[in-house]
């Protein structure tokens, strides 16, 4: 399987902002949900935003009011705005989609199948 491709990490001062990307043209025509993730070293990969295939989002309380999960059809992406970033937000982020389309909060709690597909991660630092 081919991996997805997020750009967008890189290093901020806290308070600051980040959009990641996910392209996912290889999907174009098909429905799907998606949805960020994020690790760090020693610690299970958690769900940070889900949108599914119905247009319901649904996110991690510790980002709520912070961080918006949207998609461009026309450019073949999905994004992660990220704003007010803290310190603890620091962690590689993964992109991901559901090619069966589940429920955004069936997806933030995190699958592990052959529907689902995933990027190489991308990493995000925030600086105190």
């Known amino acids: 399987q081919i991996p997805l491709v997020e750009s967008g990490g890189g290093s901020v001062q806290a308070g600051g902002s980040l959009k990641l990307a996910c392209g996912v043209s290889?999907?174009?025509?098909?429905?799907?949900?998606m949805g960020w993730f994020r690790q760090t070293p020693g610690k299970e990969r958690e769900g940070v935003a889900a949108?599914?295939?119905?247009?319901?989002?649904t996110y991690a309380e510790s980002v709520k009011g912070r961080f918006t999960i949207s998609k461009d059809n026309d450019k073949d992406e999905f994004y992660l705005q990220m704003n007010g970033l803290k310190p603890e937000d620091t962690a590689t982020y993964y992109c991901a989609l559901d090619l069966l389309g589940r429920y955004a909060r069936l997806l933030l709690a995190g699958i592990e199948d052959s529907h689902m597909r995933w990027g190489r991660g991308t990493q995000v630092t925030v600086l105190s």
């Open positions: 949108l599914d295939m119905y247009g319901t989002t």
């Open positions: 290889r999907y174009r025509g098909r429905d799907y949900s």
